[in-house]
């Protein structure tokens, strides 16, 4: 009975697997057909969500995002083929009353958009990218709307608008980055674009169900800066203000942070929209903090002061005569009016800006010495600070140096740095001669998480010694008080150390007589003021501030002290009160009511002199 | 008589084999059945799915937009100008209005705000003690 029954179940099973695997063979290769019809099949990529941009407070504060949107395009083929009622109503909507809907929608010109659709030859008219779902809940609905085609995009969001632009920079019609942060850090930014492979509809509309691959997209990394936003605003319309008041043609600034060297506030004048890059004018695009040199003129001459007072050549009461007919130097510099002792220090040399003792100075330590020390405070090189174009200056070799260069190098002639150079040199002033690398980018996460990169403080070289910072620090006080160039730089409650400089630009190959720039760079606190009796040091310096405003015409206030250190002074107050700075000379707060009582005695002071 | 019995078991056989069969065919129908029934749901499934996915890119998409309105209207620029708008004068606090307190509640040393304070205490201090007829005033008005 058994075997019979084998011998019966035996056929019958192996029939009916075979049929079914026939059949699953028959099948699958039917809906492979099937599948493989090019007409159904689709594949497309993906595009990854660019990165964000923020700022020092991380991410609750976004300074640049993509943001979906929807790009609206005009089809007036499809327009006048379609025939839209509204809802009860029996006659089709004209051509002008979808016209005004769609202007009214997305603001635009009623008259242009109907001018648009009556084109039937060009279809497809790009009319507008929104992100606003009022516009595009009006948009598709095909009872008041035809013609409109729809396509999903993103849209790169620039939140402050044309502040920040040459640090964050743009991008191009392709998404990708063509200036500042933008193009250098294209490759994270970007991210990777993900794939979908599925099927259509015959109205060209995917079948979810049949899809078949979909990788999704990596998103692209974000990137943390050390700018503040706020400190950015502050700057930036005291730089705006400051170039409408003295009547320059641009202007730049910067702020570092004086232990760190990390930048808080950057911001150069002309400026230009990020969403009209390419529209913009040569001049605006140029990040003049980074990507422009110029000869800096005297403040350079606490360079030279630090050079001395580190070899020991010289310290800060060291006398020299103010003659210029020595024969000990070859063709020295002039000095204005407002140099007049015989005899003059190495401190009052820079409080009254003295280009006969500076030059006298330079030539005594010698071009070799200085050249070190100039190359040690970062001039000739690349500060390497996070944005694309740096340029390193021009700082020729001593040996190249003509005996006239060597009493014009010590006073800021001859040679070329950048703004960024200029404020690092400060604040390895501020830091006790220890120069830090200046970063503008503190963090980068990727998509899912990860940090990337992290910046940490790097030493980018010791130039002078701890007490040759200190002492040079307190010389640079003098210049903005009462008897300084620079009195308009005095903060009340604060201690400043700086130095102004009025370069002559060049014009023609020879030195402008109407033409200058005006540069303040400052140190606050300077460092040098101790801010209780019985402190054991003195307040550590907190920010260093540094302001160029460039003259394309003659203009009565051109030197540094008068137009550079005012905005220096606003940009520096605003600085110390949001970053919470306690006073290093809490009794100028004590004596003086407001600002305006201290500066009418800073200026009565100055008179008396 | 054997060659009956021999008929009858051949016929036992073909009706054991036909209820086989009928067993299997109704099998079959089953599992064609169930086949069909579980595709229709996950292809249920799979659409539900779909529209969920689409949704949550929706909603995804949505709140990206919702955030990048709020980022705007947070820029300096935008509140310094809804401020104005408002007659609202904020500024930064000043040096002098921040006292910053230990952990047990004294405040650290070298402070503007406590120098002032204290400035403002031994003014009022001196002037009590100059005049007796302000001194008066100031205790009639603490009384009242």
Redesign the interface.
């Given at each position: 009975m058994c075997s019979?029954n084998k011998r019966?179940w035996l056929p019958?099973i192996a029939l009916?697997a075979f049929s079914a695997y026939s059949a699953q063979k028959l099948f699958r290769t039917h809906f492979e057909t099937d599948a493989a019809e090019p007409r159904y099949q689709f594949e497309r990529d993906v595009p990854a969500c660019r990165g964000a941009i923020y700022d020092a407070t991380g991410k609750s504060?976004?300074l640049v995002?993509s943001?979906?949107?929807w790009e609206y395009r005009l089809d007036p083929v499809a327009m006048t083929n379609a025939v839209v009622r509204p809802r009860g109503e029996k006659i089709p909507r004209t051509r002008e009353a979808i016209c005004r809907s769609i202007a009214n929608a997305l603001s635009l010109d009623y008259r242009k958009v109907l001018e648009m659709s009556r084109n039937t030859s060009n279809r497809y008219q790009y009319l507008a990218q929104s992100?606003d779902?009022a516009a595009h809940k009006i948009l598709s609905d095909r009872r008041l709307v035809s013609g409109v085609v729809i396509e999903d995009r993103q849209i790169r969001?620039y939140?402050?608008?044309k502040?920040l632009c040459h640090v964050i920079g743009a991008i191009n019609k392709e998404g990708v980055g063509s200036a500042g942060i933008e193009l250098k850090y294209e490759r994270e930014l970007s991210g990777v674009p993900g794939r979908i492979r599925g099927c259509r509809d015959a109205r060209g509309a995917e079948i979810?169900?049949k899809?078949m691959e979909t990788v999704a997209p990596i998103p692209g990394a974000d990137i943390r800066l050390t700018i503040d936003?706020?400190l950015q605003?502050e700057a930036e319309t005291a730089l705006a203000d400051g170039l409408a008041k003295y009547g320059a043609g641009s202007g730049w600034c910067v702020v570092l942070d004086a232990q760190t060297a990390d930048v808080l506030a950057m911001a150069s004048l002309p400026d230009f929209n990020p969403l009209f890059f390419g529209r913009a004018p040569d001049a605006s695009k140029v990040n003049r903090v980074t990507n422009f040199t110029y000869e800096p003129g005297s403040v350079m001459k606490v360079i030279t002061a630090c050079a001395g007072i580190d070899l020991g050549i010289v310290g800060p009461d060291s006398l020299y005569t103010t003659n210029r007919d020595d024969d000990r130097y070859y063709r020295l510099p002039g000095d204005g009016r407002h140099v007049w002792d015989p005899r003059m220090s190495v401190r009052d040399a820079l409080v009254h800006s003295s280009n006969i003792v500076m030059g006298k100075l330079g030539c005594d330590m010698g071009p070799k010495n200085l050249w070190n020390y100039m190359k040690a405070f970062g001039f000739g090189s690349k500060t390497g600070v996070e944005l694309p174009g740096e340029e390193g200056g021009i700082l020729p070799h001593w040996q190249k140096w003509d005996k006239v260069k060597w009493s014009r190098a010590p006073i800021g002639q001859g040679i070329s740095v950048t703004a960024m150079q200029l404020a690092s040199a400060y604040q390895a002033i501020a830091n006790d001669g220890v120069r830090m690398k200046p970063h503008i980018i503190s963090k980068i996460t990727s998509g899912d998480g990860r940090t990337l990169y992290e910046a940490k403080g790097e030493v980018a070289a010791r130039p002078i010694s701890r007490s040759t910072a200190r002492k040079v620090r307190e010389m640079m006080l003098g210049v903005a008080s009462s008897e300084g160039t620079a009195r308009r730089a005095a903060i009340r409650?604060y201690s400043v150390a700086g130095k102004t400089g009025t370069a002559q630009k060049v014009v023609n190959g020879k030195y402008s007589d109407s033409l200058y720039r005006a540069t303040f760079c400052g140190i606050v606190p300077s460092g040098a003021v101790y801010?209780?009796k019985g402190?054991q040091a003195p307040a550590q310096p907190r920010i260093v501030v540094l302001v160029t405003l460039d003259f394309d015409h003659r203009a009565l206030y051109h030197q540094g002290g008068n137009s550079s250190a005012p905005v220096f002074k606003r940009i520096a107050m605003?600085a110390l009160?949001?970053l919470?700075?306690?006073?290093d000379r809490?009794d100028e707060?004590?004596d003086f009511e407001d600002e305006d009582e201290f500066d009418n005695v800073m200026k009565e002071r100055t008179q008396s002199t | 008589m054997k060659r009956n019995r021999k008929v009858s078991r051949q016929m036992s056989i073909v009706a054991q084999n036909a209820a086989h069969v009928a067993a299997i065919m109704l099998m079959l129908f089953v599992m064609v059945i169930v086949n069909l029934l579980a595709n229709s749901s996950c292809s249920q499934l799979m659409k539900s799915i779909g529209e969920k996915e689409r949704l949550l890119a929706k909603l995804e998409d949505e709140r990206s937009r919702e955030s990048a309105r709020w980022e705007e209207m947070k820029t300096p620029e935008k509140l310094e100008r809804a401020l104005t708008r408002h007659g609202l004068a904020m500024r930064y606090a000043k040096p002098s209005q921040i006292v910053r307190l230990r952990a047990d509640g004294t405040p650290f040393p070298g402070q503007l705000s406590v120098a002032k304070a204290m400035q403002r205490d031994t003014a009022s201090a001196v002037a009590m003690s100059a005049s007796p007829a302000r001194r008066r005033v100031a205790s009639t008005t603490k009384r009242r």
């Open positions: 019979e019966f019958v009916l504060s976004a995002k943001v979906p949107c992100t779902p969001q939140f402050e608008g502040r979810y169900e899809r936003r706020n605003y409650g801010r209780n402190d605003a009160r949001y919470e700075v306690e006073p809490p707060l004590l | -």
